[in-house]
Nanobody
Framework: VQLQASGGGTVQVGGSLRLSCAASGITLSRNSVAWFRRAPGKEREFVARFFRSGGNTLYADSVKGRFTISRDNTKNTVSLQMNNLKPEDTAVYYC?????????WGQGTLVTVSS
């Protein structure tokens, strides 16, 4: 199983970025997928989750209304659309997949929001 995250970069406050996570060796639609992030000097924190069935999603309060997680079953990818970015969104973003008792992580992609 491999998860390849991409789309990070530097953006100004109020800007937007779209992160993508491509999965190989596993079918995303059969599992719960999520984005986490780790800001400099802080612990990794939950950002958003797309549940396995029903299209249900869950967001951290800090990103609710600004970020949208989506899944493309034909491309086997999960994306995170990030709008109205703030300096506190600066972090390395990781995609995560849970399959039963197993958990898989992508390599991370850096998002920097400059003021």
């Amino acid at each position: 199983v491999q998860l390849q995250a991409s789309g990070g970069g530097t953006v100004q406050v109020g800007g937007s970025l779209r992160l993508s996570c491509a999965a190989s060796g596993i079918t995303l639609s059969r599992n719960s997928v999520a984005w986490f992030r780790r800001a400099p000097g802080k612990e990794r924190e939950f950002v958003a989750r797309f549940f396995r069935s029903g299209g249900n999603t869950l967001y951290a309060d800090s990103v609710k209304g600004r970020f949208t997680i989506s899944r493309d079953n034909t491309k086997n990818t999960v994306s995170l659309q990030m709008n109205n970015l703030k300096p506190e969104d600066t972090a390395v973003y990781y995609c995560n997949l849970r399959s039963g008792w197993d958990s898989y992580w992508g390599q991370g992609t850096l998002v920097t929001v400059s003021s």
